[in-house]
């Protein structure tokens, strides 16, 4: 039986589902050999293959959200709320894997929300900042 779970990861939301086995039975339903301490087995019974699952993203963009382009650690968030900015201005510089990576403005007009601070770290596709 599939139990679905909600878990809590450095203050970030995910939805998991969790196949719960019961004693005696693999995740596909064939059954295991009963073994008691000191048995050998004489039999391995491998789970079939799945698909992975990916995890919940942490929140989906909303209009006017700009998001990292990559996982990693913001350096400087260079804007302010209230700023206007236009079409590839930089936002914000985003460090993953030991490159500074600049987020450019995608659309113009005014930095609404700025939802990240130097030294937070981002997933890839999570909202930063808000421009209206």
Known sequence: ???LFKITVNDREYDVAVLEVTPGTTPGGGAVP???PGDAPTQ???APARAPVAAAPASAAAAGDEVAQMGGVIVQVEVKVGQK???GDSLLILEAMKMKNHLLASR???VTRVLVAAGDAVEGGQPV???Q
């Open 1 to 3: 039986m599939t139990r």
């Open 34 to 36: 009963h073994m008691t």
């Open 44 to 46: 391995v019974v491998a």
């Open 85 to 87: 900015v236009a079409v």
């Open 108 to 110: 113009a007009g005014t």
């Open 129 to 131: 900042l808000t421009i």
